[in-house]
């Protein structure tokens, strides 16, 4: 059987199929790749232990056939044709790609999931994707939280949380609560238009297909209950300063900010009110001001926000900042959805202050006196002196803040990465100077040999 396919398309697909593909997992079908003929359609197939991502095109097929092959191979064999189509030539017992055979593997392919006819299913808008791509670079896949480390759905819409930012974007969909695994491989589709989602309960948990375009992705959602996000949003009362930019004005300020050099781990930026400019200082001493509307009393306030969390909010085009009057999270609108972010802890310096003076007790003579008068002397002389005690730090809510131990060891571990990085540095710089000192010895020694020949064709020639 010869079947005929466009080049562009199936090589443009294998860039989304291949992120489900493990090359190092010892299961065989993890390493493969499907192709499926059924009505004239030809399914390409990948899977993980989790998901599974399926591509169709429409392919003039003589009856149905599964054959499972490597993906490596079969990836290698499309990007060495040298046309722009490529020929399929499937066989009981073969399948080769424009004349390049490929070993069938001898592995059991995981079947697709069956969809039970109670499954649940709604549309989904045609920028779910868009949305998707928004909320990943919240999701930290490194989360100890197997919950977190996805994006969640629920009646709310879209949700995203790495325990320090939340995006949100409202969405019309029923579902109750499910939280979808990092969606890596439906996000590099690229597919456009509306979608389809399908979700349901099977024995092993809930379960989902979203279905878009020519891609459809099956798998199991993560499991868990989801934070309570909505307890961390903070009530318009609360946010009593605010400042809005233009999107010129935004444009400005992203671009000023490419320019601030890292300064980890906090990367901590000063923003305050110039006039009528927004002021902007780096810890290194970069500023500048942006033009901007205020609103609240911005006189003796400042917002310290960490430069990665105001590049990524204005890149989700949010051009207002909505702050508490106190170290709360503060709120930013006016592009995709809600974005939601805690300001860096700035410590206040403590005040000088002079301890006070002791006041002068006179000496306690000891008289011979009953057990129970003793005691009762000793509490007296314990609770009469007095013991001046250091003022600690006011904060604007006449709290007193302290540092919080996991913002401590998140200091203490980003410290500790740069001390690594530098340690890595120098030792590829070492590496570096070895390979230079021995590339230098070895053209010593070719030169030498070059002399001991010439001086042996010298003393031929004599």
């Known amino acids: 059987m010869r079947i ?17 593909v493990s090359r190092i997992s010892p299961v065989e079908a993890y390493r493969c790749i499907e192709v499926r003929a059924q009505e004239n359609v030809l399914h390409f197939r990948t899977n993980s232990t989790a998901e599974s991502l399926d591509f169709a095109m429409e392919a003039e097929t003589e009856g149905d056939f599964a054959k499972v092959v490597s993906f490596e191979e079969f990836r290698s064999a499309v990007r060495n044709c040298r046309n722009k ?12 790609i424009d004349g390049t055979a490929l070993k069938i593997a001898d592995c059991e392919f995981p079947e697709v999931r069956y969809i039970p006819h109670e499954a649940k299913s709604e549309a989904l808008p045609e920028n779910f994707i868009g949305l998707l791509n928004t909320a990943a670079p919240i999701v930290n896949r490194s989360e100890y939280r197997k919950v977190l480390q996805g994006i969640n759905l629920s009646r709310d819409g879209i949700t995203a949380t790495n325990g320090k ?15 979808l695994p990092f969606p890596l491989a439906l996000m590099a589709t690229k597919a456009a238009g509306a979608g389809k989602l399908m979700h349901w309960t099977a024995k092993d948990g809930d379960c989902f297909q979203i279905r878009i375009a020519n891609w459809t992705w099956t798998g199991k959602a993560v499991s868990g209950l989801y934070p309570n996000w909505k307890s961390v949003v903070p009530e318009e009362k609360s946010l009593t300063h605010t400042v809005t930019l233009t999107p010129e004005h935004a444009e400005q300020m992203k671009s000023w900010l490419k320019l601030v050099p890292d300064d980890l781990p ?24 942006i033009p901007a509307a205020f609103a609240g009393e911005w006189q003796d306030y400042k917002l310290f926000v960490n430069r990665n969390v105001l590049q990524r909010l204005l890149s989700e085009g949010h051009t207002s900042l909505a702050c508490p009057e106190g170290h709360g999270p503060f709120l930013a609108t006016g592009g995709i959805g809600r974005y939601i972010a805690m300001p860096l802890y ?14 002068a007790t006179e000496p306690v003579t000891e008289h011979p006196h009953t057990n129970d008068q003793k005691e009762s002397k000793t509490m007296i002389d314990t609770n009469t002196t007095i013991v001046s005690a250091p003022v600690q730090t006011v904060a604007r809510n006449n709290e007193t803040i302290e540092i919080s131990p996991m913002e401590e060891l ?9 001390k690594l990085k530098a340690i890595s540095d120098e030792s590829n710089a070492l590496s570096r100077k070895v390979r230079e000192v021995a590339l230098a010895q070895k053209q010593k020694e070719r030169d030498f040999v070059l002399a001991r020949r010439a001086i042996e064709r010298i003393r031929m020639a004599i």
């Open 4 to 20: 005929e396919l466009n080049k562009s398309v199936l090589a443009g697909s294998l860039t989304a199929l291949g992120k489900l």
């Open 346 to 359: 700035q410590k206040t310096p403590e005040p000088v202050t002079t301890p006070a003076t002791e006041p």
């Open 266 to 289: 906090n990367n901590g930026m000063e923003l305050s009110r110039n006039n009528g400019a927004l002021h902007l200082r780096s810890q290194q001493g970069m500023e500048t001001d």
């Open 410 to 418: 998140t200091a203490s571990i980003e410290a500790f990465k740069l």
């Open 85 to 96: 189509s490529i020929v399929l030539e499937v066989e009981e017992a073969s399948f080769s």
């Open 165 to 179: 930012e939340l995006f949100h974007a409202p969405l019309s969909l029923e579902v109750e609560s499910l939280t």
